[in-house]
C-alpha cells in the first residue's frame, strides 16, 4: 500500500517469472537496464552467481541519484560497492519468509554513499512488511541463522506440537491450528509486553504444575542448546557462503 502498483518495473529473463507482477498491476520488462533508466529505487533480487553479471550489465546506467538495494545473500556490501560506480547508494537487506504475510523480520545495513535520506526511505517502504531495522552488517549473517533460516525451526517446532497432541487422541487438522495459534499469540505477547521470555515462561508455571513437568523433559532433551548450535551452524554457513 505504499507505492501504487503501476510505479512498479520488474524485470526477469523468463515470462513465467513475471505473471505474478503483472497480476499485481505492476509493469514488467526483460531488460535490467530499462528498470534501472526508469526507476530511481532498484532491487537486486538474484542468484548470487547470477549477481556479478547483472551488476556488470546495468553500471553504465547507473546514476548518482539511483539506490540500489541487494536481496542477494551471501553479497557484502563491499562487493556490491566495486562492482558499481564509486558514488552509488548502495544498501542491503535480508528480509525472511513471512515477508508475504507482512508478518517479516528484516535488518538492512548501508553503504559508504547511502545517508540518513535512504535510509530512512527503504525502511518506511519495507515496515509494511514486517519488522524493518537497520544494523551493522556484521549482523546480516546472524539474522540469517536467527530469522531468515529461524522460520523453519519454528515450523519444525509447531510440527513437533501438533504431534504430540495427535498421540493424545486430537485430530491432526485441528492440532496444528491450535499449534500455529499458540505460537503466534505466544510471539504477540513477546512483542507487545517487552517482557523477557524466561518472564513470560515462569507465568505460565504453577509449581507442581503441567508446565514445569513439560518443560523438564525438553530440558532433558537439551532444547536450547540444540536451538542455540542451531543459529550458530546457519549463521557460520551464511558467513561461508559469503566468502565463496
Known sequence: GKVPAGNILASAPS????ESWRELGCRTTHCNLEVVQRST???????????????????????????????????????????LPPWTKVLRIMPNLPCVVQAGAMVFSRGTSAGDKE???????????????????????????????????????????????????????????IAAQTLLGAAKMLLETGEHPAKLRGDVCTPGGTTIYALHQLEKGALRATVMSAVEAATNRACDMAKD
Open 15 to 18: 515470462e513465467k517469472n513475471l
Open 41 to 83: 529505487l532498484v532491487f537486486l533480487a538474484t542468484k548470487p552467481h547470477i549477481l556479478p553479471g547483472v551488476l556488470e550489465e546495468i553500471r553504465p546506467a547507473v546514476e548518482s541519484h539511483h539506490i540500489v538495494v541487494s536481496l542477494v545473500a551471501g553479497v557484502t556490501i563491499q562487493t556490491l560497492q566495486r562492482l
Open 119 to 177: 535510509s530512512a526511505l527503504l525502511k518506511n517502504l519495507l515496515s509494511s512488511c514486517g519488522l524493518c531495522e537497520e544494523v551493522p552488517e556484521s549482523y546480516i549473517d546472524i539474522h540469517t541463522g536467527l530469522s531468515g533460516s529461524g522460520v523453519a525451526y519454528v515450523y519444525l517446532f509447531a510440527e513437533a506440537l501438533a504431534e504430540g497432541a495427535v498421540k493424545m487422541g486430537m485430530p491432526g487438522a485441528l492440532a496444528s491450528r
